[in-house]
Structures are given as structure tokens and as C-alpha cells.
């Protein structure tokens, strides 16, 4: 398969994988109650935040090995690390259990199992170049993950259902991208092999990438569990619901945009170019990004309401709160590629933590002071200092 038809089959497989949770939504919010849903976003939130490093980050190293021999003792390491946070995943879901009274965190290993298992076949499917294994897997992880939601719903089975499905479709797609057998086959790669080698060679993935990945994925279980802790699992539901629709433009709009910007950025005959090329973008994604903003101002509890059932009017309050972020964000997210082609990786680092504590500080103090709207608010207030401040580097670049 060329690598343009190889390209648009993923894209193609992609869009429509993000496309089935998103029209599926309206009728799983209305087969679960918000309080349910909350439950399930801060399960699911934890055990994502471990999954998201479940093998160290080793298994974005496979592309690296060109061997099979090394490929196959490299995805043995993964698979060891992967057990090794899985039981690690086992004493804290007991520990949650046990101190918090939490049914849900019972599933807190399977979770981590599946999700890790996903993640490191998706990898090593595309070292391969499985491109049809790898459409398949986002179809059946995202697509089934919803459609299974919606029957475990009609059954009544309450935030279980939510986690049955999602997880079952998980593990269902890394079965499905565990393509080809590794060398020595699957049973081989229980053998002794000479890992700590290999886990020396790479050491970078998990020593620079894994707490990178990791503080990431951090801001969202920190804001679950702060409004789980605070205003309970009602308003947890209503944030996740809302977030997971607001955020969407800006994933369809920003994978598009940022794949065509960067190589031209790349390829821009001098510094002036490639800032000419930003600043137009920027112009372009704030036309795009204001009429959003207004509307959800104008609209959002009244939208909310109508789409998703009444129970989740105040998702809608919230995404008006919210709205000045996620413009800010829609804007910023097709940006994120202009620090690899000018070098600054670094930079945005640093800057990406010093925005993690800002998110997280505005919502705090928007909820100690007007409750879940009043979090949007704060998270809108502090973030716009902080993408303001991003938005002003990128333009006066040197």
C-alpha cells in the first residue's frame, strides 16, 4: 500500500472512529445519569494516567529496531513493564477500595491491562505497517467502545456498563492490531531474553518521555478528583461530558491543520517565512475559533439540554464557562507542531508545566468561588494568560 493511500485509509478510519462515540453520545447520556458517568470518568481518568506510561514508554522505541530479533526482545520489555503496572494498578485499585469505598476501582487493573496492551500493539502494528490493522483497532476500540456502552445501558447495568464497554473494546483492539507475531512467536517472547540490554539502549523513552506523558495526563485525572472531591460525582459527569464535545473541533480541525503546517514550516526558505506562515495561521484559527466562542456563550445550556436530556443542563452552564477556553484552545492545538520545526521542544516543555499548574489552579479556585460554572471560569481566566503569553511567543519569534 503507497504511503498516500496508506495515510488517507487511516485518516479515513480515524474520523470515522471519533465519529461513532460523538453520535452515539447524546443517546449514552440519556441511558446514563451524570453521576454515573462521573463515576466512570474518574476510574477510567486513573487508570488512563497509568496505562499512558503502562510500558514506559518503551514501545515507541519499536520503530527504531530494524531487526526483528531486536523488535521481538524489545515488545518482551514492554510486555513485562506492562504486567509490572498492572499489578501495580491491582494494589491501588485495592487500596481505592479500601479507603474510598469505590466498587469501580475493582476494574482499576483491567483497565490499565487493556489500555497498555492497546497502546503497545498500535505501535507495533505500525512498525509493521499494518495500516488496515490499525484502522481496524481505532474502529473497534472507539466505535465499539460506544456501541457496547449503549447495549450494557439498555441493560441497566449503571456505571459498570460504561467501564465493561469501553475496556472490552480496548482489549478487543489490541487483539485485533497484534500484527505480525513477533519473531519466535507470541509464546517466545515469555523466554528469557537479554532485556536489560535493550532496556539500556532506549533508556531515553522512559527517563524523558514517560514523565512528559505522564504529568500530561495528569491535568485530567487532577480535575476529575478535584471535582469529584468537591462537588461529587454529578458535576465529574457533567465536566467530562463537556470537555470530551468542546474538544472535539479543535481534534478534527488541529490533526488536519498541524499535518499540512509542519512541513511547510519545515521547508520555509527563511525565519521570516515560517513566522509570516504562524502569524496567518493564528489570524485564521481565531476567524474560526470566535464564532464557537459566541455561540457556546449565547447557547450552551440551552444546547446541552436539547442534545443530550435535561439531566445535563449543567454541562451546558459549564460550556459556557468554558468557552473563552476552548477558542484559546482550538486555536493553540494546530500550533503545537511549530516548536518541533523551529527546535524549541524544550521550551515548550517548561511551558506546558508551568500551563498544567495554571489549568489546575483555575479550577480550584473557580470552584472554591462559583462552584462547577465558576471552575470554567477560572480555568478560562488562567489559561488565557497562559496561551496569551504562547500565542505573543510565536508571533515575535526570533
Not at 512528559?212 to 460525582?233: C, E, K, V
Not at 491543520?257 to 484559527?285: D, F, H, K, N
Not at 450552551?300 to 464557562?321: C, I, K, M, N, T
Not at 477558542?327 to 508551568?354: D, E, N, R, T
Request: charged residues 10%; contains cysteine.
Amino acid at each position: 500500500m503507497s504511503l498516500k493511500r496508506a495515510t488517507l485509509t487511516l485518516l479515513a478510519g480515524s474520523a470515522l472512529a471519533q465519529a461513532v462515540p460523538l453520535l452515539l453520545g447524546p443517546w449514552i447520556a440519556r441511558l446514563y445519569t451524570p453521576g454515573e458517568y462521573g463515576q466512570f470518568s474518574l476510574v477510567w481518568t486513573v487508570a488512563s494516567n497509568l496505562a499512558v506510561v503502562g510500558c514506559a514508554r518503551y514501545e515507541f522505541a519499536l520503530a527504531l529496531e530494524k531487526g526483528e530479533q531486536g523488535a521481538a526482545t524489545l515488545l518482551a520489555l514492554c510486555l513485562r513493564m506492562l504486567l509490572a503496572m498492572t499489578a501495580m494498578a491491582a494494589i491501588v485499585g485495592a487500596a481505592w477500595m479500601f479507603w474510598a469505598d469505590l466498587g469501580l476501582a475493582a476494574a482499576l487493573p483491567a483497565i490499565v491491562l487493556a489500555a497498555s496492551a492497546s497502546q503497545a500493539m498500535a505501535q507495533w502494528a505500525a512498525r509493521a505497517g499494518h495500516v488496515m490493522a490499525l484502522t481496524a483497532g481505532r474502529l473497534v476500540q472507539w466505535g465499539g467502545g460506544a456501541a457496547a456502552q449503549v447495549g450494557f445501558g439498555l441493560l441497566q447495568t449503571g456505571p459498570w456498563g460504561l467501564i465493561g464497554g469501553a475496556t472490552l473494546a480496548t482489549a478487543a483492539a489490541a487483539v485485533l492490531q497484534a500484527r505480525p507475531a513477533p519473531a519466535g512467536g507470541w509464546r517466545g517472547l515469555l523466554a528469557a531474553r537479554p532485556l536489560r540490554d535493550m532496556a539500556a539502549k532506549h533508556r531515553d523513552f522512559p527517563l524523558l518521555n514517560t514523565p512528559h506523558a505522564f504529568a500530561g495526563a495528569l491535568q485530567d485525572t487532577l480535575a476529575i478528583a478535584l471535582l469529584t472531591a468537591w462537588s461529587g460525582a454529578h458535576d465529574a459527569g457533567a465536566w467530562a461530558l463537556a470537555l470530551r464535545y468542546l474538544k472535539a473541533p479543535a481534534s478534527l480541525v488541529g490533526g488536519s491543520l498541524s499535518q499540512l503546517l509542519y512541513p511547510r514550516l519545515t521547508q520555509a526558505a527563511s525565519p521570516a517565512e515560517g513566522r509570516a506562515l504562524v502569524r496567518r495561521s493564528l489570524w485564521r484559527l481565531a476567524a474560526l475559533a470566535l464564532p464557537l466562542m459566541l455561540g457556546l456563550l449565547a447557547l450552551g445550556p440551552w444546547l446541552f439540554e436539547r442534545v443530550f436530556g435535561p439531566d445535563w443542563r449543567s454541562a451546558g452552564e459549564l460550556a459556557r464557562s468554558l468557552a473563552p477556553y476552548v477558542a484559546l484552545h482550538f486555536i493553540a492545538s494546530p500550533l503545537s507542531v511549530v516548536l518541533m520545526a523551529w527546535g524549541a521542544q524544550g521550551w515548550g516543555l517548561k511551558l506546558a508545566l508551568v500551563g498544567q499548574v495554571m489549568f489546575v489552579g483555575g479550577l480550584a479556585a473557580g470552584l472554591h468561588l462559583g462552584g462547577l460554572a465558576g471552575a470554567g471560569w477560572g480555568v478560562s481566566a488562567a489559561m488565557l494568560l497562559y496561551f496569551g503569553y504562547f500565542f505573543w511567543a510565536l508571533w515575535t519569534w526570533e
